[in-house]
């Protein structure tokens, strides 16, 4: 893996993170754990990518069609992992 695409696949997990946040809300503690949970599936899904020998969507040597699948599927589990449940009366 070259820095360039080391970096470029940073960005994009960094996008992905971002606009899962903005699109679902919430404080600046949930932006850190959606970034770090996005970060987690993308280098994750780009590894299983690489492992299973997938070829969809790759930039250089970025797996990216299954990093943003990796991506997607751990930003949705951590949703759903870490939503907070509303107060009692």
């Given at each position: 893996?070259?820095?360039?695409?080391?970096?470029?696949?940073?960005?994009?997990?960094t996008c992905l993170g971002a606009v899962f946040h903005l699109w679902k809300g919430g404080s600046f503690t949930t932006l850190l754990l959606d970034l770090l949970?996005?970060?987690?599936?993308?280098?994750?899904?780009?590894?299983?990518?690489?492992?299973?020998?997938?070829?969809?969507?790759?930039?250089?040597?970025?797996?990216?069609?299954?990093?943003?699948?990796?991506?997607?599927?751990?930003?949705?589990?951590?949703?759903?992992?870490?939503?907070?449940?509303?107060?009692?009366?």
């Amino acid at each position: 893996m070259t820095l360039p695409a080391f970096l470029f696949g940073v960005l994009v997990s960094t996008c992905l993170g971002a606009v899962f946040h903005l699109w679902k809300g919430g404080s600046f503690t949930t932006l850190l754990l959606d970034l770090l949970v996005s970060w987690l599936g993308f280098w994750l899904g780009h590894f299983a990518g690489v492992s299973a020998g997938l070829a969809i969507g790759t930039v250089g040597p970025l797996r990216l069609g299954s990093a943003i699948v990796g991506g997607i599927i751990f930003l949705s589990l951590g949703y759903w992992l870490f939503q907070e449940e509303p107060a009692k009366k």
